[in-house]
């Protein structure tokens, strides 16, 4: 969203929260199976709790997409998150890749995550985002079912190459996306009535013609802040786009259980420098402009 007043371009970027608990994560699924959630140790409401208090300090809303058994075990917590003028969306109800689900399981999960998370805020939900960012060339029947089940925007294409994701060549910003054959999904503006949905990516930077992460995650974790910031800074102004960040309640607390046997590429990914989230998000509300996704893309209903 770009607002121009006389000569100063002002660009409100989204800010997101993906609600999951550190044993949901998808580089743990082989060594923490749903199956035993609810016998761990819950961590999302107090490390939740937390950036809702820095975005309030900050005057920042932004949009949480949470995950449907969360709202189910934890449906307090959903509903102080709408309180406090937060956009809710849905991560799906079990954390499950779509590469590891049917057509008909994903159709199940994310009507029910709807349902759920409706159902404790009294609003209707109108975004998605798939768990990892899995819906990938193999998956794009998902846009069938979003639509079907009265999505009106998804934010689950990572235009990168990833072990998990990412469609690369996947336009970089928001737009639409239309159904073109039974399984093929193409950016740009619908014709003749075909299905059709909002599509916001998650933020890359563009590089010599290559794209590469900068919005959030693991990857806020790794760089340093001011490389972060520079990158943003330049979707802001010299691309003139606003971006979509990204982060996990559990990504700021360096205190929560250690998962064993995960392997040491997924404890790297997820435990690096936690200890250094809270500052650095704190630093980054203060130097850009945010919102929530709902509001910038203005696809409420009236």
Not at 157 to 173: A, C, E, L, T
Not at 213 to 221: D, K, L, M, Q, T
Not at 262 to 282: C, E, I, M, P, V
């Amino acid at each position: 969203m770009i607002l121009t007043i006389g000569f100063i371009m002002s660009i409100t970027n989204y800010m997101t929260i993906d609600v999951e608990d550190y044993y949901q994560v998808s580089a743990f699924e082989k060594i923490s199976p749903p199956s035993t959630w609810a016998g761990r140790e819950s961590r999302v409401e107090r490390n939740t709790d937390l950036i809702l208090a820095i975005l309030d300090e900050a005057s920042i809303k932004a949009t949480f997409f949470v995950l449907g058994w969360v709202a189910e075990y934890c449906p307090g917590l959903v509903k102080l998150i709408a309180a406090q003028g937060h956009e809710i969306a849905s991560h799906g109800y079990g954390h499950q890749r779509l590469c590891n689900m049917t057509r008909d399981a994903f159709r199940e999960d994310v009507r029910r995550s709807k349902s759920l998370l409706e159902d404790a805020t009294g609003q209707q939900v109108y975004g998605y985002r798939a768990p990892s960012y899995s819906i990938s060339r193999d998956t794009l029947w998902a846009f069938d079912e979003l639509c079907a089940a009265g999505y009106l925007y998804d934010s689950s294409i990572f235009p990168i190459r990833h072990d998990y994701y990412g469609i690369p060549d996947w336009q970089r910003f928001s737009g639409p996306a239309f159904k073109v054959t039974d399984n093929d999904w193409q950016p740009g503006e619908a014709l003749n009535g075909e299905k059709s949905i909002i599509e916001l990516p998650i933020t890359t930077l563009q590089i010599a013609g290559m794209n590469f992460p900068i919005a959030g995650g693991g990857y806020f974790r790794l760089l340093p802040y001011e490389l972060t910031k520079l990158g943003l800074q330049s979707i802001n102004r010299k691309e003139e786009q606003s971006f979509v960040f990204y982060l996990h309640p559990w990504e700021f607390d360096p205190e929560q259980p250690r998962m064993a046997g995960a392997g040491w590429k997924s404890n790297f990914r997820h435990y690096l420098n936690l200890d250094k989230t809270a500052g650095r998000f704190g630093r980054l509300l203060n130097d850009f402009s945010f919102g929530t996704i709902l509001d910038g893309l203005q696809l409420k209903p009236s």
